[in-house]
């Protein structure tokens, strides 16, 4: 007689924070800095501060260390450089409400909620005293305070393990690819999101308890 194995119900919700229930983007301060010349702007965000020089301090390098690096490269851009960090709780533009009761729905029915984020562990307390909802978690893994960044198989190793998840029974939601990918690698059911409609949508075909478009 055989004896059927159902998968194990979801009870754990791990969120990635930047541009899932935070809205972050480089353009909002430096559109003010370049006003019309959003040629000149996307140059500096894709030769200057780009995103691989941004992700080494999600990896944790200190922005003090950021700031000289590329003034070195690119002495002439200084003011431009150094407002990447001094104003930079202006690249923040708030939270996406919509996801934000999707976490409060979640919360309201007991799921076990983690966030992990590639985040700076300078800028973080930034986020953390602006959003009162990163409360509602019960821990937050914030990359830049480890030394290491999604999708490498240790940062979802190390969640697994200090907060005593089973990646079986955890859903992990990501906007990019590659830390989706990632995180099917270690064994978590993954969404990658594109609105919070969607998401809606995905995590109640995965039988989570949040209300689906039509019941709203």
């Not at 559109?31 to 080494?56: I, P, Y």
């Not at 003090?64 to 002495?75: K, N």
């Not at 930079?88 to 076990?112: C, F, P, Q, S, Y």
Request: with cysteine.
């Amino acid at each position: 007689m055989s004896v059927a194995h159902h998968p194990a119900p979801i009870d754990t919700v791990v969120f990635d924070l930047g541009n899932v229930l935070i809205r972050w983007n480089p353009r909002n301060l430096y559109r003010k800095l370049f006003g019309e010349d959003l040629e000149a702007m996307e140059t500096f965000l894709s030769e200057v501060c780009h995103t691989a020089w941004n992700e080494q301090q999600d990896q944790g390098r200190t922005w003090q260390e950021a700031i000289e690096e590329a003034i070195a490269r690119h002495p002439s851009q200084e003011a431009l450089i150094r407002a990447y960090r001094e104003r930079w709780e202006e690249m923040l533009d708030g939270a996406i409400e919509e996801t934000v009761n999707i976490l409060d729905e979640l919360h309201a029915k007991g799921m076990r909620l983690l966030a992990l984020t590639n985040w700076s562990a300078e800028t973080f307390p930034i986020a953390l005293e602006r959003f009162e909802f990163l409360q509602r978690f019960e821990g937050i893994l914030v990359s830049g305070a480890e030394g290491i960044i999604k999708p490498s198989p240790e940062i979802f190793q190390l969640l697994l393990s200090r907060f005593d998840v089973d990646s079986r029974r955890a859903v992990f939601i990501d906007d990019h690819a590659p830390n989706i990918a990632g995180a099917r690698r270690e064994g978590f059911h993954a969404v990658q999101f594109f609105s919070p409609e969607q998401l809606r949508e995905e995590l109640v075909a995965l039988g989570l308890p949040v209300q689906g478009q039509s019941a709203r």
